[in-house]
């Protein structure tokens, strides 16, 4: 081997070093579990829906945060997909949602090698150019819970629609509040490319006559943070004397701002609503701060990522609009427009419910 080459080995060596070292101070995680390491038949042209899942697929999953039982929860149902597909799952991420914090984490996963990469963006354009350099290495992209811009990945697995989800935001806190009255979202990152899109869907919808007698008085921003949201609600609650209620469509958000109403003088007064797990959110529903929140089934959400990002390295699909492929336990599902496959209704949940929820 020539020195120049050696030099080059070094040096790529050292990078990946340096990118490894960066993920491990950025304080994320790794977890990973091997399956069937035998390959399948090259990939290339056209989509076949009859082609075969390969086995052996490297898929990683790399969520907005790791230390987010909602994410956690999700990434498991993708393993159990990567697991039925025999292929490698690996979940990696920063413990912070932050709109860069994901880049180091896809450069890594494109130097491994990811058949799939499957990521919950925290910023619509911050991780484009990671991720049109993993998909020039070979990697298919798939965004799911939080897009980026539609030409950085080949397919965008929706919880619900956008519009669903505002739809039922809008009518958890107006029938909590009796139809009337100022409110506040709490969010997640000012970047958040889901919660801007429903926020924005929001404020559309309550721009219809029977929402003509409550205002929104202000978005703020928990960073998807526990402590920070925390403090983002009280905040609220001071500046914001007649406020009548919360939607907080951010699980980290929704548990922080019940946490705090329930041990102060708003509990039951000041309504709160929003988009949370039923374990995170289950003493605040029995202890009578939360009447009513919603979310779909993360798990079911990973599921179908997975699939998704396994019919694509298997080139059943290629991401256009009408390709059909199967996921599983979940069935078939249909590409839509922009290369969107959306996974189904919210679930509402309150009292009479919660207890048949495990996640
Ligand atoms: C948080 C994240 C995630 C969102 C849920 C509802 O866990 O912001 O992106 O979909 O809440």
Redesign the pocket.
Known sequence: MSTSSRLRLGATALTLASLVLAAAACGGTTRENSGDSGGGAPVGGAADPDAPLRSGLKIAFLP?QVN?P??TTADNGGKDAVTEVRGEFKEVGPSE?SASSQVSYINTLSQQGMDVIVT?ANDPNAICGALTQAKAAGAKIVTF??DTKPECRQVFVN?VTAQGIAENQVKLIAGQIGGAGEIAILS?TAN?T??NTWIGLMKEELKKPEYARIKLVTVAYGN?DDQKSFQETQGLLQAYPDLKGIVS?????VAAAARYLSGSQYKGRVKLTG?GTPNQMREYVKDGTVDAFA?WNPADLGYLAAYAGAALASGQISGAEGEKFKAGKLGEFTVGKDGTVVLGPPTVFDKTNIDQFQF
Do not use: H, I
Request: charged letters at 15%; a negative charge.
């Open positions: 907005k987010n909602y994410f949602a919950s819970d939080s919880q997640a958040a889901n919660q998807d469509p951010t699980t980290v958000g988009l979310l």
